[in-house]
């Protein structure tokens, strides 16, 4: 028998299908023995968060890195000699788990691991966040199930039941060790109900398939490059798009002559290597387009034909929203990696080339005589009415917050500088405030799997390998899940300056539906996190430098001693985390205002009611 447990409060039967899942599944585990419950802060694992959080029986500790909280649950469940729970979101936060889960398996520890994960129509399609988590701890669990993608139904909800005490018997053995269950949740992550769809349209591409894929060694064929020929002749709304890669100068250069050829702008991503550099001054390359295409009425508006895409999926979500709800009729990819990056389902061709070889057999034949087309005169209007708003608000700001830090950074950078960029907020604020420039810069992130660990490190490498300077734009969080990386820059004798955004935990989760849709309590614990630890402490614990800015000329002095001091040197900018939000949804509001007003007048102005 076991001991009898109160059950949380399960969602109402119209919530969302993923928090009815879950809460099943977290309240068979309580009623199953589960007492200890780890959370780790993420977005894809809200619903378990939740569920664990309000149960009543649980006990949840909240845990922001992942290695340390296998290891504290490992010595919660040998103290209790019974089953603690892990719960992280997806990505590599659940490899983090990995030392406390072999940890577990030898030393026969019961251990469930709840790890979130994208569903599988957007596994290797380039979605952000994702990596293979099927059987990942291989051979070092007692049991490893894929859960089903999940359904509010009473079939549904009975499984889950029977998954979570599966899982606790298996755990607690004979022999005991660890289980993994690997959750598929979609969107939408928050606590709200779904609405279901009265019609789902049919999507034809007539009698060829619905993605072509184009194979070439190098070079590509010649019939794909009059096929891309004929699409551009016939097709002014276009743009060319640029995702995460390390491109070279040449490569940047033949993208902005390919541009200027088709008379089509660039939307350059930060970590494109495209938003800087002397090709700037050969075609319109856009850096605001994340801001002004958040606004709807200018997103449709905006709706384009042709979009042609090099490197990865970009940062932008705004930009995907602009084409999952305004889909191109071709949307061209071009990667030589055989990535399919492709998480919207929308392209319509696949070419798998020699990206600067496609430019090359394009430059020459796809010019226009036409000039520009009054559809790309209204994205350069809304790019350049978008710069002029960021300017004159930064401008203003007295405050230390993140527009401003971005530009202020920019403006500080040595020319042939290396960003290292650390994932969450910091690299969507560099992508939403980075001014385009001439100058050179390689921006640099880890977005293979879009986690937040091993940031310190990989800057540090990037340091080792070569003479320029390297800066490391990183959050609090970030910074503290690899901090032990400093013993390495001490005894190597390594450079770097690290500008470190402080907001006392995951800010990023402030700008997420579910800040608004939990318990205020549940959503500071679990998903906020925050820390309250003092960073100029830790920093100089391990020898380095560290300043705490307190003005916009105090961080520019800092930043230029941080730069010309040997070793590893801290720039801390405390932001406060509620005006902050303020702040950046102010900037998006006049950001609106101003498209409305000054780029396209009427067509995007509010309609007004009669009385």
């Not at 949740?185 to 779904?194: A, G, K, V």
């Not at 970590?271 to 001054?281: E, M, P, V």
């Not at 391990?542 to 300043?547: D, M, Q, R």
Request: aromatic share 6%.
């Amino acid at each position: 028998m076991h001991a009898e447990v109160k059950s949380s409060a399960v969602p109402d039967r119209g919530a969302n299908p993923a928090h009815l899942f879950a809460a099943a599944l977290v309240d068979e585990l309580a009623r199953f023995g589960v007492r200890e419950v780890c959370i780790c802060p993420g977005s894809r694992s809200t619903a378990l968060a939740i569920a664990a959080a309000q149960h009543t029986s649980l006990r949840c500790w909240s845990q922001i890195d992942e290695r340390s909280a296998g290891f504290f649950a490992l010595g919660a469940a040998k103290v209790a000699r019974a089953p603690a729970a892990l719960i992280c979101t997806s990505g590599t936060a659940a490899a983090n788990f990995y030392p406390a889960v072999i940890e577990a398996y030898h030393a026969h520890v019961p251990l469930i691991v709840l790890s979130a994960d994208r569903p599988p129509e957007l596994r290797e399609w380039g979605a952000g966040q994702t990596i293979d988590q099927v059987r990942l701890y291989g051979t070092h669990v007692r049991w490893f199930a894929e859960i089903a993608v999940p359904g509010a139904d009473r079939r549904m909800l009975r499984y889950a039941r029977e998954v979570g005490c599966r899982a606790v018997a298996t755990a607690c053995g004979p022999p005991a060790g660890p289980v993994h269950l690997n959750l598929p949740f979609p969107d939408p992550l928050e606590p709200t109900s779904i609405a279901a769809e009265s019609e789902i349209g049919a999507i034809d591409r007539g009698s060829r398939p619905y993605t072509r894929v184009c194979r070439g060694a190098d070079d590509p064929r010649p019939k794909d490059v009059e096929r891309l020929v004929e699409i551009a002749r016939s097709c002014e709304r276009g743009v060319i798009a640029c995702g995460p890669m390390d491109a070279g100068p040449e490569l940047c250069a033949a993208l902005a002559d390919l541009a200027s050829e088709l008379g089509w702008p660039i939307l350059a991503d930060p970590t494109s290597q495209l938003r800087s550099g002397a090709h700037n001054q050969r075609a319109p390359v856009l850096g605001n387009s994340d801001l002004f295409l958040r606004d709807e009425r200018v997103a449709r508006y905006l709706e384009p034909e042709v979009v042609l895409r090099f490197g990865g999926t970009p940062i932008s979500k705004s930009q995907r929203l602009w084409l999952e709800g305004h889909a191109p009729e071709h949307l061209i990819l071009v990667d030589p990696e055989a990535g399919w990056n492709d998480p919207s389902h929308l392209a319509s061709e696949f070419l798998q080339v020699d990206p600067l070889a496609l430019c090359n057999a394009l430059i020459g034949r796809v010019s226009r005589s036409t000039g520009e087309s009054p559809w790309v005169q209204l994205l350069l209007r809304a790019e350049r009415c978008t710069a002029g708003v960021i300017e004159s608000l930064v401008a203003d700001e007295d405050e230390l917050f993140e527009p401003r830090a971005i530009r202020e950074l920019a403006e500080a950078l040595p020319d042939g500088a290396i960003v290292y960029v650390s994932n969450s907020m910091p690299v969507r604020d560099l992508d939403a405030f980075l001014p385009v420039s001439n100058r050179s810069l390689r921006v640099l992130a880890n977005r293979g799997a879009n986690g937040i660990d091993g940031m310190i490190s990989s800057a540090l490498g990037a340091a080792a390998s070569q003479s320029q300077p390297v800066v490391l734009l990183t959050g609090d969080l970030a910074l503290l899940h690899d901090v032990g990386a400093l013993q390495a820059a001490r005894r190597h004798s390594l450079n770097l300056a690290v500008v470190v955004f402080d907001n006392d935990g995951g800010g990023i989760f402030s700008y997420l539906p579910v800040a608004d849709r939990v318990k205020p309590e549940v959503f500071e614990t679990h998903f906020r996190t925050p820390h309250g630890a003092d960073l100029g402490g830790i920093i100089a614990g391990f020898g380095a430098g560290f300043a705490r800015a307190s003005s916009w000329e105090h961080f520019r002095a800092s930043f230029k001693s941080a730069l010309a001091t040997p070793g590893v040197s801290v720039v801390e900018i405390p932001v406060d985390r509620d005006r902050s939000v303020a702040h950046h949804r102010e900037i998006d509001r006049r950001v609106c205002e101003a498209l409305a007003r000054d780029c396209v007048g009427e067509a995007l102005a509010p309609k007004t009611r009669n009385p």
